[in-house]
C-alpha cells in the first residue's frame, strides 16, 4: 500500500509554544489530506480536510486559529499547534488519499504524540 | 455519513476465528464497506474492503449480505498480534468518520 509518513513521531513543548507537524505522502499524489486527533483509548476524531493548494475545511468545534493546516503540495500537509496548552495534548494523525480511481482509499500516517507541559 | 454500529470489544483465544460484526442500515448506493486495524499508538492500517457479497484476502475475508445493512468481518486463526482495535466504515468519496471501533482481545 501507499506510505505516509509524518515528523516528528513525538514531540514535548511547553505551554504557549507552537508546534509543527509534517505530514508526507511518500510514493502517491495526495491530493486530499485529513488531520484526526486521539485521545487514550478514545476513536479518532476528524479536524480538518485540506486540498492541495486550497484553505482546510474544518470539523465542527475545531478552532482553526489554533489548529493551522497548510498544504501547498501534492506531497506535504503540516498542522501547526498554536499557543499549545496541556490540554491539547493527544495523539495526531494524518490520512492520505490520492485522486485516483479509487479515492475511497485513505492511507494513514504513524501518528504524532504530542505532549504540552 | 452513514453510521456504524459494532460491538465495544470481543475475547478470543489463538487459534480461534473471530467474527466482527457491524451495522450500517444507512448506507447509501455509492458506499463501500471498510475496516481499519489499530495498535495502540500507531495510526489506522487498512485491512479490508468490499461493496458486496464475499471479499477475501491475505488477511481477511468481508461477508456482506445482498441488503448491505451489516458486514462481518472474519479473522481466521488468530494470533496474540491480532489484538487491536478494529473499526468498521462505510464510505464513497467523502471523508472517513471513525466509530467507536472494536477491542479485540486475543489471549493465549
Known amino acids: 500500500g501507499a506510505v505516509v509518513s509524518q515528523h516528528p513521531s513525538r514531540v514535548i513543548c511547553k505551554s504557549g509554544t507552537s508546534v509543527k507537524i509534517e505530514c508526507r505522502s511518500l510514493?502517491?499524489?495526495?491530493?486530499?489530506m485529513f488531520w484526526y486527533r486521539q485521545f487514550p483509548k478514545k476513536s479518532l476524531m476528524l479536524m480538518a480536510t485540506?486540498?492541495?493548494?486550497?484553505?482546510?475545511?474544518?470539523e465542527q468545534g475545531v478552532e482553526k486559529d489554533k489548529f493551522l493546516i497548510n498544504h501547498a503540495s501534492l506531497t506535504l500537509s503540516t498542522l501547526t499547534v498554536t499557543s499549545a496548552h496541556p490540554e491539547d495534548s493527544s495523539f495526531y494523525i494524518c490520512?492520505?488519499?490520492?485522486?485516483?480511481?479509487?479515492?475511497?482509499?485513505?492511507?494513514f500516517g504513524p501518528g504524532t504524540r504530542l505532549t504540552v507541559t | 455519513l452513514a453510521k456504524t454500529t459494532q460491538p465495544i470489544s470481543m475475547d478470543s483465544y489463538e487459534g480461534q476465528e473471530v467474527n466482527i460484526t457491524c451495522s450500517h442500515n444507512?448506507?447509501?448506493?455509492?458506499?463501500?464497506i471498510t475496516w481499519y486495524q489499530q495498535f495502540p499508538s500507531q495510526g489506522p492500517r487498512f485491512i479490508i474492503q468490499?461493496?458486496?457479497t464475499k471479499v477475501t484476502n491475505e488477511v481477511a475475508s468481508l461477508f456482506i449480505p445482498a441488503d448491505r445493512k451489516s458486514s462481518t468481518l472474519s479473522l481466521p486463526r488468530v494470533s496474540l498480534s491480532d489484538t487491536a482495535v478494529y473499526y468498521c466504515?462505510?464510505?464513497?468519496?467523502?471523508?472517513?468518520?471513525f466509530g467507536t471501533g472494536t477491542r479485540l482481545l486475543v489471549s493465549p
Open positions: 490520512s492520505a488519499r490520492g485522486g485516483t480511481d479509487r479515492s475511497y482509499e485513505q492511507y
Open positions: 510514493d502517491f499524489q495526495a491530493t486530499t
Open positions: 485540506s486540498n492541495e493548494g486550497s484553505k482546510a475545511t474544518y
Open positions: 444507512n448506507i447509501a448506493t455509492n458506499d463501500y
Open positions: 468490499g461493496y458486496k
Open positions: 466504515l462505510v464510505v464513497a468519496f467523502q471523508k472517513l468518520v
